[in-house]
């Protein structure tokens, strides 16, 4: 969630330089904490009971819906040339949160964490 909302704000800031990346952080990080969190949980929830491609399609689609939906009404209240900046933004978003999501699922995050919890330090 925290990873997906950085790395958001990492890639409006390569493209523009501004304060508007600080803006998007006060504003995505708490809707990604709440809301995307909710939606993942809703999409494992739905998704469980499935394997592979089909699972993680499905799972993309929720996260890509909620995303979505939540911009609704914003959109339709705001000038046009806006709208595409929420809308990317909103989707932009869940992507990268069902891709940590779905990294942190696999395999190989789970033998990166095995390997960290085996580090020792002296």
């Given at each position: 969630m925290l990873i997906a909302g950085i790395?958001?704000?990492l890639i409006y800031f390569l493209l523009e330089q501004s304060g508007f990346v600080l803006l998007i952080g006060v504003y995505l990080l708490p809707i990604l904490l709440i809301y995307g969190v909710l939606a993942s949980i809703l999409s494992d929830f739905v998704t469980k009971r499935l394997r592979g491609l089909f699972r993680g399609s499905l799972a993309l689609f929720i996260h890509l819906f909620f995303a979505a939906s939540f911009v609704l009404m914003p959109i339709l209240e705001m000038e046009r040339s806006f709208n595409r900046l929420v809308l990317i933004t909103a989707l932009l978003s869940s992507s990268l949160f069902w891709c940590i999501d779905e990294f942190f699922r696999s395999k190989r995050a789970k033998d990166i964490c095995g390997k960290?919890?085996?580090?020792?330090?002296?």
């Open positions: 790395l958001l704000m960290i919890d085996e580090l020792e330090i002296y």
